[in-house]
């Protein structure tokens, strides 16, 4: 258990409205991601950070921003929500070797 | 740019049959390779890694993997599946001297028969 938390962990939010995701780390790893799952597509790589403030973006990075402003904390948001990006979100850890990376529970979010 | 394709969207299996999921990928550096098992309504949980050395990757729950270079494939194998290995799986591919960041095929959902 690489004591990773997510929240919200369901959320449902009407189009056009911000929302903020959270991922929340007890072991002060260094690189943090956040994936999105959708039925076809697999896990595909929003953002991700190697530091405090040090952030870059994925291959799904449009519509979406990050900030990382402690080591324990990496916060998704979505400025304006689309239906497009309704999903199940993961955020992930490595633990110090950058090729093994454990997940979070996933926060379910529904845009209407 | 590297690329992951899992050649089976589903496989169904009976119990204590055994069991193969297939992946190639492309890429033209060195990779690194995994397969993720994800049960239902939970986060994905690390089966096994391949970064260097032997070609034959042992893993947990009873699940291998053989890296062909050649083929560019990664293919899991399990010789007697439990109705317990009904989930999805992931494999994944990574290039050398990033930063983790991993390219993940479409995910194979195994179903175990009784």
């Known amino acids: 258990d690489a004591g990773i938390t997510q929240s919200p962990r369901h959320k449902v939010t009407e189009t056009g409205t911000p929302v903020t995701l959270r991922c929340h780390q007890t072991e002060n790893h260094r690189y943090m991601y956040w994936y999105r799952q959708d039925p076809g597509h697999g896990l595909r790589l929003i953002h991700y950070?190697?530091?405090?403030?040090?952030?870059d973006k994925g291959e799904v990075s449009d519509g979406y921003s990050v900030s990382r402003s402690k080591t324990e904390d990496f916060l998704l948001t979505l400025e304006s929500a689309t239906s497009s990006q309704t999903s199940v979100y993961f955020c992930a850890i490595s633990t110090g070797d950058p090729y093994e990376q454990y997940f979070g529970p996933g926060t379910r979010l529904t845009v209407t | 740019a590297q690329s992951v394709t899992q050649l089976d969207s589903q496989v169904p299996v009976f119990e204590e049959a055994p069991v193969e999921l297939r992946c190639n990928y492309s890429?033209?550096?060195?990779?690194?390779l995994f397969w993720y098992v994800q049960y239902p309504n939970q986060g994905l949980q690390l089966l096994l890694k391949?970064?260097?050395?032997?070609?034959l990757v042992k893993g947990i729950n009873g699940f291998e993997a053989e890296f062909n270079k050649s083929q560019t494939s990664f293919h899991l194998r399990k010789p007697s599946v439990h109705i317990s290995d009904t989930a999805e799986y992931f494999c994944?591919?990574?290039?050398?001297?990033?930063?983790?960041?991993?390219?993940f095929g479409q995910g194979t959902t195994l179903q175990v028969k009784p």
């Open positions: 391949y970064l260097s050395g032997s070609t």
């Open positions: 994944a591919v990574t290039g050398s001297g990033n930063t983790g960041k991993l390219i």
């Open positions: 950070s190697y530091g405090v403030k040090d952030t």
């Open positions: 890429s033209s550096v060195s990779v690194y």
